[in-house]
């Protein structure tokens, strides 16, 4: 089953702020977040594991509540460059017959306006 | 460093036809897995492999086989177009480790009239 995202979409003014979330009925052992722009292939923004701190990458942060099987991503002072698809990645467990098996979420379109 | 190379980048193909898209990567990874991406949508993973000789399904697995003979390749057969498997096709690989990221190949646009 895949994670869930909302919003949607946001639409920002350059140094607003935002905050994309990820949920999971199931219970996660890492959630991975990439960044996707228009006909390109999505690229890598941090990982986070569970019992593992909130990760950081310039003004992107995440954290990971265990708890609620859920990650947020926070955008902070967003800039142009920040515009694209916000994709988050659930794996469910290390080891076993499901490891390394990585579903993804539908995305969130992060469109920043000058 | 080459990374994650997909061939070709694009295709036409009529229904019926068959195919097969290449992935190849030169990072050791042993993890390898192939999505797909329809217009405005999210990835949907087809088939996965953990390493050589091992391939599970994923979460759209009808239509498509894989294999994984070496470390380095894992290609993707649709062994009878359907236009439902247009789409845009990224091939991923990572090591199997927890806090390794999924490194994408730049993906194969597949139509399929």
């Known amino acids: 089953q895949q994670p869930v995202q909302s919003p949607q979409a946001v639409i920002l003014r350059e140094g607003e702020d935002a905050v994309i979330n990820c949920s999971s009925s199931?219970?996660?052992?890492?959630v991975h977040w990439y960044r996707q722009k228009h006909g390109e292939a999505p690229v890598f923004l941090m990982i986070l594991l569970k019992g593992g701190e909130q990760k950081g990458h310039e003004k992107i942060s995440a954290s990971f509540n265990e708890k609620k099987q859920q990650s947020s991503l926070y955008l902070t002072a967003s800039q142009l460059s920040y515009s694209g698809t916000y994709f988050c990645g659930k794996e469910i467990e290390e080891g076993g017959t499901n490891a390394g098996k990585s579903t993804f979420g539908d995305g969130t379109t992060l469109t920043v306006k000058p | 460093n080459a990374g994650v190379t997909q061939t070709p980048k694009f295709q036409v193909l009529k229904t019926g036809q068959s195919m097969t898209l290449q992935c190849a990567q030169d990072m050791n990874h042993e993890y390898m897995s192939w999505y797909r991406q329809d217009p405005g949508m999210g990835l949907r993973l087809i088939h996965y492999s953990v390493g050589a000789g091992i391939t599970d399904q994923g979460e759209v697995p009808n239509g498509y086989n894989v294999s994984r003979s070496t470390t380095e390749d894992f290609p993707l057969r649709l062994l009878s177009a359907a236009p439902s498997q247009t789409s845009v096709y990224f091939c991923a690989s990572r090591r199997v480790s927890y806090n390794s990221p999924l490194h994408f190949g730049n993906g194969t646009r597949l139509t399929v009239t």
């Open positions: 199931k219970a996660l052992y890492s």
